[in-house]
């Protein structure tokens, strides 16, 4: 609904439809950035793209789907943007890495940094239940998953996330 009354000219409908899928955007964008202001930047970006494309989007009931299409495609291009500049900067990188970070006790950067190193759909399923507080089922069809296909991936992707923190703090102690 909210679709086509942006499509009717509503630009309000618009910033309620930011609102809903902002978080979730900028999740996707963060995985790939690893950086909140990159991210935010990126997010933006892809909120601008999807309204001059608005007219393009077939299904409106797939519009988080779509959404989370062009941020991948736009953090793809982030990537290969980026990819020269991170050659320029190794020795940089490799010197920072010499320096050894401050021991961490808080659980939610460890639970943050295991989420990113999750297949990206293990990834997307957590981010778009958990952390965004979708319900299951409009988090399925964010995914463009079935009902059952989508339990088995974030079914997956707490196990995966159980196993790598259980390895993880078992490290740290």
């Not at 630009?11 to 930011?18: F, I, M, P, S």
């Amino acid at each position: 609904m909210l679709v086509r009354a942006v499509l009717a000219g509503d630009k309000a409908a618009y910033e309620k439809l930011y609102d809903r899928y902002a978080p979730l955007i900028r999740a996707v964008c963060y995985d790939t950035t690893g950086n909140l202001a990159d991210a935010q930047d990126l997010a933006q970006d892809v909120f601008m793209r999807a309204y001059d494309k608005l007219e393009t989007l077939r299904d409106p009931d797939r519009f988080g789907k779509w959404l989370v299409g062009i941020a991948r495609r736009r953090c793809q291009e982030w990537l290969r943007r980026n990819l020269h500049l991170r050659d320029k900067h190794v020795e940089l990188s490799e010197a920072q890495t010499a320096i050894p970070d401050p021991p961490e006790d808080n659980r939610i950067e460890l639970l943050r940094k295991m989420i990113t190193t999750l297949p990206g759909k293990e990834r997307l399923a957590l981010h778009t239940f958990y952390l965004q507080g979708n319900s299951a089922d409009n988090a399925r069809k964010i995914m463009g998953l079935s009902r059952s296909g989508y339990y088995r991936v974030l079914e997956r992707a707490r196990k995966s996330l159980k196993q790598l923190m259980h390895k993880e703090l078992e490290a740290i102690r």
